[in-house]
């Protein structure tokens, strides 16, 4: 016994080693850096560990602890550390297994690369990717693919680089502010209406440059990113004029601590919402998840030095409106807030073990917030619910409240 302790005495002082991590001040949205010591590493001087290997770019090989890029080792060690306190959120807070059939997760940071399902990464120069992150599901090259460009890969999170974009020019280009007069004029269903067609134009703006002239191969759309990045715009939206926003947009996702869990929650919820590409029912899953760990007034708040984006309320009290249904509008904060109106109504744990249930009532496929979303909520109430047929009501009456 004595030689036991003694020996993971050793073990564990091998790897007691810390690092710099950036995290979220106890009361609030302000960021720190403080040191840690890294979890679960296997490795004594790379971030490879028991659950998480961390790599640079298309890399094979583990980031190492002393890499002269000091900025990739932060960024490492910030993911690294994120990601097993969300592991660790999904086992003891939602009291779910899942994260033990989840194989050993490969998570890229400075990848600029698009996703291709048939070769892993597609060309270098192909339409280069900032600003953003995503999930990416296990695949395997064809065997109609020419030789050289074979892969098979497990399911990975990729973080891509930041890059500061000049608002003023894509806003520039809007033209004078269209919303002024109809936010004053209208009522509601218009302003919507307004606001989500100057939203879609100004994503299309920046994120679909080439999307008119018929390619989708931009992962925000094929694949479930992180849409954090769009809350810039839908904040631009609101009052669309360049006094009102900031001057600078970027979003360093592997520095925000709830992009982290939001990717960690795709990986978690993908036996069921099957990562293909970006719905709004989707994004919201991940969001609520992304809230109900990082426990904050909201979420993805801005960073100083490394995101400007701007943050989703899960408290916002937007009705509904069929816009909300819109594949485009992925980054609204609407299905999160749906979903925290369950937390608000049936507290905390109920909600965590209710929505989580509800993704087997869901595929990626057949995911509208009206009439899949709801029902798999109600449904997934009778599963575990206290009290079914009041409990049903209860958020019946909330939805009701939604416009819905
Ligand atoms: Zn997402």
Known sequence: MKLLIFTLFIVSSLHAETFRVLVRQDHSTNTTYKEVELPDLESPDTFDGKYFRIVNGKSRESISFHDENRELVLKAANTYYHLSLAREFWLSKIGTERPLSVPKLTVRVDISNLFDDQGHFAHD??????????????????????????DVWGP??????????????????????????????????????????????????LF???????????????????????????????KADPLFIEKWFYLDTAMVPEVIYHEYAHIIL??????????????????????????????????????????????????????????????????????WDVREELGEDMANKLIFQARKYLNTESATISDHLLRSLLRSC???CEEPRRDKLRLFERFSARGF
């Open 125 to 150: 120069n192909r339409d280069p990717q900032f600003n953003n992150a995503l999930s990416v599901p296990a695949g395997q090259t064809p065997d109609w693919v020419p030789e050289g460009r074979e």
């Open 156 to 205: 990975e999170i990729w973080f891509r680089p930041k890059k500061v974009i000049d608002t003023r020019v894509f806003l520039n280009e809007m033209g004078p502010n269209p919303l002024t007069q109809v936010l004053t004029a209208l009522e509601h269903p218009l302003i919507n209406y307004a606001q989500n067609q100057l939203q879609v134009s100004m994503i299309e703006r």
């Open 208 to 238: 679909y440059p080439s999307y008119s002239s018929g390619s989708i191969q931009n992962d925000l759309l094929r694949f479930a990113g992180t849409i954090a990045l769009t809350r810039f715009l839908i904040g631009a939206s609101r």
């Open 270 to 339: 993908s036996d069921y919402l099957r990562i293909s590409h970006s719905t709004p029912v989707l994004e919201g899953f991940a969001d609520y998840f992304a809230a109900a760990m990082a426990n904050k007034r909201k979420v993805y708040a801005k960073v100083p030095g490394r995101s400007t984006s701007q943050p989703k309320d899960p408290y916002n009290k937007k009705p509904y409106s069929h816009w909300s249904e819109a594949n485009r509008t992925a980054s609204s904060d609407f299905v999160l807030a749906v979903m």
């Open 382 to 384: 009778e599963d575990v």
